[in-house]
């Protein structure tokens, strides 16, 4: 993947978040948990929140061990990290999934920004097994199949699909 300035993934991330809450806006409570509602799984739109946070909140760990000097660790196999990120969170209220999810959106952009670009792009100790700048690692965790810091959008479609079998 292509690198990506502290500019560019916040203006990702920030637009990414702002299409996934338009499509949200809309929906009940009721719809926001209905199961099996997003895509061929079985999450429901709260769900798919839950997970959107997940790996923003992998992003900010691996960025406050990043800062104390220490290599971040390997996320392992995405989805067996995602299931049992599913089981954690389904036991969660609604109001919380939601409240935490934006928190830690928040918080991620605050970091991103508080990043000067020499820290953004500078690479990794030797020390370190990866061989990727801060920048590159957080994008790889927040990012999709078409690219870095575009993981909200590779579930924009079946959102919006969820959202117009509404209608």
Do not use: C
Request: proline share 3%; glycine share 10%; net charge negative.
């Amino acid at each position: 993947m292509q690198d990506v300035t502290r500019q560019e993934a916040l203006g990702t991330l920030r637009d990414g978040d702002a299409q996934v809450q338009e499509l949200l806006g809309g929906l009940t409570p009721e719809h926001m948990t209905r199961a099996a509602t997003i895509g061929d799984g079985d999450w429901s739109a709260k769900d798919l929140v839950g997970h959107l946070a997940f790996w923003e909140e992998l992003a900010l760990s691996a960025l406050t061990v990043w800062k104390q000097g220490a290599e971040p660790d390997t996320v392992g196999a995405a989805d067996e990290v995602n299931a049992a990120n599913h089981v954690r969170k389904a036991k969660w209220s609604l109001e919380r999934v939601l409240a935490e999810s934006r928190e830690v959106h928040e918080r991620l952009i605050r970091e991103i920004e508080g990043l000067s670009d020499r820290e953004w792009s500078a690479p990794p100790p030797k020390s370190f097994a990866r061989r990727e700048s801060v920048g590159a690692r957080l994008g790889g965790l927040t990012g999709a199949s078409d690219g870095m810091f575009r993981h909200a959008f590779a579930h924009l479609g079946d959102l919006r699909g969820y959202v117009e079998s509404l209608a």
